[in-house]
């Protein structure tokens, strides 16, 4: 029902910055938030970043004040600007909608993308 495709990962030395995008596809008007969690190897996925469909931001304590989630309505894309960034933010990084079904019951849903690889070398 939504679809999401992430880009814009890479390697990156410490400090140095990136610019992730999610694009969402298919019936976008149920979204009601845009995630992004990510994962590194052997450890719990996080969740990073959100944005709501009115707005409304937050973020881990781990990133704050180094990434700003933002949005482009007319291009279906949530943003994940990352600055400042450090060895420790390598992981997977992962775009997630949460939805609901207006169309059959109102029935909460989740997307996810494919992930997109985040190294940052020290």
């Known amino acids: 029902q939504v679809q999401l495709v992430e880009s814009g990962g890479g390697l990156v030395q410490a400090g140095g910055s990136l610019r992730l995008s999610c694009v969402a596809s298919g019936n976008i008007f149920m979204i009601n938030a845009i995630n992004w969690y990510r994962q590194a190897p052997g450890k719990q996925r996080e969740l990073v970043a959100t944005?709501?469909?009115?707005?409304?931001?937050n973020y881990a304590d781990s990133v704050k004040g180094r990434f700003t989630i933002s949005r482009d309505n007319a291009k279906n894309t949530v943003y994940l600007q990352m600055n400042s960034l450090k060895p420790e933010d390598t992981a997977v990084y992962h775009c997630?909608?949460?939805?609901?079904?207006?169309?059959?019951?109102?029935?909460?849903?989740?997307?996810w993308g494919q992930g997109t690889q985040v190294t940052v070398s020290s």
């Open positions: 997630n909608a949460a939805a609901t079904d207006v169309v059959l019951g109102y029935r909460p849903f989740e997307s």
């Open positions: 944005i709501t469909s009115g707005g409304s931001t």
